[in-house]
């Protein structure tokens, strides 16, 4: 690791350049390796570099996904739970009490067992006990005769309810599982992109300017660096798109005829087109999967690429210009 290297010029800037962001080690990886296949056609070396590092970057990939689609699973999973708890309190438990009602008058004492503390309990309090009180009430409605088929229904919603909630806690268990591992991945890709990178200017040492065409190297400047060659990387860069949200970019550099390169990076799956104006209608809508990749040339006359979020998460994306 690098806390054991003594001397600079054997640290691993891998690992350093993409600390803290495991969206840029993804990025960082995938340029790269989209280099390194292009130019391993003809090249035994390169494609042995290419062989060597491809079981990191797939190890990497596969534990971004899988973080990925837990944390979409588990936006899901609690929407879907909240939802039923907001129903519970406005429209459910108000039909549950009329049926009970056109059985048993509300004066009652059967009425009071049925609902000792009226409404309130499926309104508020902690999950865990609006989840209890659904399905005590639901065994309290199935010893009674006339109310036993609401007693059913009661029933299989608090058991919905219930495992909507154990599906939301066991994702949370992964989420934290998935930190950990997803980050000993991006340590471990590091070190097989050092050790590509050895290799290379190894394989270079008289023209070593040729080992710079594997990489983009704004991948790997400071703040100062970037800032002053912000021209530059203007063609390259980050968005994030709210939840149910629409993004129109690259209005200032689209004239139609560009290739544009679209890299998913998180949430859930997102549409995409392009249009002469912001106004008008896309002539066709095209999907972008999570962690998928998609190049694509601008129609002529085509002078912005809109984004449409469908989903209830946020997502981010990279956009590039080649």
């Not at 309090?125 to 007693?151: F, H, K």
């Not at 040492?205 to 912000?230: G, M, N, P, Q």
């Not at 008008?280 to 129609?299: A, F, K, N």
């Amino acid at each position: 690791m690098n806390d054991l290297v003594r001397w600079s010029k054997l640290i691993n800037f891998f690992i350093s350049v993409t600390e803290g962001s495991h969206r840029k080690m993804y990025l960082l990886a995938a340029d790269h390796l989209r280099k390194l296949q292009e130019m391993a056609v003809h090249d035994p070396f390169l494609q042995d570099l290419l062989t060597f590092l491809l079981p990191f970057f797939d190890s990497f990939i596969a534990q971004y996904r899988k973080t990925n689609q837990d944390r979409i699973l588990l936006a899901e999973k609690t929407a879907d739970f909240k939802d039923m708890l907001d129903n519970l309190s406005a429209d459910t438990i108000r039909q549950w009490d009329i049926q009970i009602q056109m059985v048993y008058d509300m004066r009652s004492n059967i009425y009071r067992r049925m609902l000792p503390e009226g409404r309130k309990p499926f309104q508020a309090g902690s999950y865990e006990m609006r989840i209890e009180t659904v399905l005590s009430l639901a065994e309290r409605l199935s010893m009674d005769p006339q109310l036993s088929t609401l007693g059913q229904d009661v029933e299989a919603y608090g058991l919905q309810l219930q495992d909507l909630r154990t599906q939301q806690q066991r994702l949370k268990v992964y989420r934290s599982a998935n930190s950990i591992a997803l980050e000993e991945q991006r340590l471990n890709l590091a070190k097989g992109l050092y050790a590509v990178f050895s290799r290379l200017k190894g394989h270079y040492y008289e023209e070593l300017y040729e080992v710079e065409k594997f990489y983009s190297l704004h991948y790997f400047r400071t703040a100062t660096e970037d800032s002053d060659l912000a021209e530059e990387d203007i063609n390259n860069f980050e968005i994030s798109l709210e939840a149910n949200s629409r993004s129109g970019q690259l209005e200032d550099l689209l004239e139609g005829g560009e290739t544009i390169r679209i890299t998913h990076l998180e949430g859930g799956q997102l549409k995409y087109y392009t249009v002469v104006n912001a106004v008008d209608t896309p002539l066709e809508e095209y999907s972008l999967s999570p962690l998928q990749s998609v190049s694509m040339m601008v129609p002529d006359g085509h002078r912005l690429l809109v984004v449409n979020n469908v989903h209830s998460i946020p997502a981010k994306l990279q956009i590039e210009v080649l």
